[in-house]
């Protein structure tokens, strides 16, 4: 589209894990959005949250931050929806019916058991959140999987294909290994 990190004018951050707001400095002119209750918890993680790293609450305030309180209208059909459970201030962005979730949906096999597995605020209000997105979104973007239709049945929206390139010798050839789906899996249940 011809776009520079400097053309991006709104950033925003589903949650404080270094997966997901590592880099939102690289928008220099961007507004940055991010839940209260997630600031919040950046300056004071849960001790057995190895995701939120100790110094991100610093690394936040020095950005253009537009910290809300609820949900919250970007612009006419994207909404930022309050998805709280993986951590407290949660977000997601909905486009249309189109959710793109962060953690609050991390993966299909969530969507297809009906419960969050990886939290660190809370398991009831991360399993109430799973439940919103999906009844909110037709497909779904997780946080760690491919889209997928939210259903029922879950499906994945389309084949997939990853290739990871290895590089063992200076003065060889590259490897190459490849992983592909020959078709769009659905489950009405995610085995166990």
């Not at 419960?115 to 997780?142: E, H, N, P």
Request: proline share 7%; with cysteine; net charge negative.
């Amino acid at each position: 589209m011809g776009l520079t990190p400097a053309d991006i004018d709104t950033v925003v951050l589903s949650h404080a894990h270094w997966d997901t707001a590592t880099n939102a400095d690289l928008f220099p002119n961007a507004e940055i959005v991010v839940h209260e209750r997630e600031l919040a918890y950046a300056e004071r993680p849960a001790a057995h949250d190895w995701a939120t790293p100790p110094y991100m609450g610093r690394a936040l305030k020095k950005l253009r931050l537009k910290p809300i309180a609820g949900e919250y209208d970007i612009a006419p059909g994207v909404r930022v929806v309050e998805l709280p459970g993986h951590t407290p201030g949660s977000i997601g962005l909905l486009v249309g019916r189109e959710l793109l979730a962060g953690d609050a949906v991390a993966c299909a096999r969530d969507a297809a058991r009906g419960r969050a597995a990886l939290w660190f605020s809370d398991g009831a209000q991360a399993d109430a959140s799973l439940a919103k997105a999906l009844s909110s979104a037709d497909i779904v973007y997780a946080g760690h999987d491919r889209p997928f239709r939210a259903g029922p049945p879950v499906a994945y929206v389309g084949d997939y294909t990853l290739r990871i390139r290895l590089f063992f010798d200076p003065v060889g050839m590259d490897q190459e290994i490849c992983i592909k789906t020959e078709q769009a899996r659905s489950f009405a249940t995610w085995p166990e």
